[in-house]
């Protein structure tokens, strides 16, 4: 079986009888009848309100270096940049294609298996994009091509997002 089938699955993290009763019988009913309003982002609240598109995935997902919209998730940034082939001054660097980076991202992102970063970035993919495939170098390019795909749809603006 595939690796990327269990990760995210329905019972992901849901590890006991006990766990799947609560989330399933208490905890999913009531976030679809009440539902849930998280509005944490890394996104500049100027490209919120604008609604503009986000160009490429890497400024979707990772860093905008766009002076209106400027932001970053600095944890795909810290934590990438621990390992060769990635560091912060390569991923800031304006003379270098937000593709190169994605790539850059992509090889080393593997080592990042097991954090936080790793699973958020995952669920985004999944959940946002419809892409099951975990980042890495093999698969960066195919999920690059996918997500930018989507980005162009207007369902994936912005404020659209947010009420996701």
Request: glycine fraction near 4%.
């Amino acid at each position: 079986m595939k690796k990327s089938v269990l990760f995210l699955n329905r019972n992901w993290l849901l590890d006991t009888k006990e766990a799947k009763v609560l989330y399933f019988e208490s905890a999913l009913p009531f976030r679809e009848k009440v539902g849930i309003i998280d509005t944490h982002t890394h996104h500049n609240l100027r490209q919120i309100v604008g609604n503009k598109p986000f160009p490429n995935i890497w400024r979707a997902e990772v860093l905008e270096t766009r002076e209106e919209y400027k932001n970053n998730d600095h944890y795909i940034l810290q934590l990438a940049a621990k390992f060769p082939g990635f560091s912060q001054s390569f991923a800031r660097n304006p003379k270098i294609s937000d593709y190169d980076k994605w790539m850059a991202l992509g090889k080393v992102f593997p080592f990042l298996e097991g954090n936080h970063v790793h699973q958020w970035l995952h669920l985004d993919l999944k959940r946002m994009f419809g892409i099951e495939e975990l980042l890495s170098m093999e698969t960066a390019d195919q999920i690059w091509e996918k997500a930018n795909e989507r980005l162009s749809e207007k369902n994936m603006l912005p404020q659209a997002i947010l009420k996701k």
